[in-house]
């Protein structure tokens, strides 16, 4: 049974920072692509950052929105995944969710497609203010 737990959430006022976590059980970040996302009500759920995990390390993608402001990172000895979030503005409030078993290499074009992912986490709320 594979669960993702998301944490970290909250309110931050604009030009303030928080720190995601996403610890898994059951699945581990050793392959293929983890990522986050994010959602607001009526949109359709973005992706904004993926690391594709291999050999131990990692290889980030970042959507336009966040690229320079948020940093996505894992780490394997207790199989979390990170999202450090910086430079906070109003628009990126919303539900952040977790993704694990993404696509892979082969078709790493398909990083923000949140389809491509198998597991997820229940989300956690963001609100910049």
């Known amino acids: 049974h594979v669960q993702l737990v998301e944490s970290g959430g909250g309110s931050v006022q604009a030009g303030g920072s928080l720190t995601l976590s996403c610890t898994a059980s059951g699945y581990p970040f050793k392959s293929n692509c983890a990522a986050w996302f994010r959602q607001v009500p009526g949109k359709e759920r973005e992706g904004l950052a993926s690391?594709?995990?291999?050999?131990?390390?990692?290889?980030?993608f970042y959507g336009d929105s966040v690229k320079g402001r948020f940093t996505i990172s894992q780490d394997n000895a207790n199989n979390t995944l990170y999202l450090q979030m910086n430079s906070l503005r109003p628009e990126d409030t919303a539900m952040y969710y977790c993704?694990?078993?993404?696509?892979?290499?082969?078709?790493?074009?398909?990083?923000?497609?949140?389809?491509?992912?198998?597991?997820w986490g229940q989300g956690t709320q963001v609100t910049v203010s």
């Open positions: 690391i594709f995990i291999s050999g131990g390390g990692g290889t980030p």
């Open positions: 993704a694990a078993d993404g696509p892979r290499w082969s078709v790493i074009n398909l990083w923000n497609a949140d389809y491509e992912y198998k597991y």
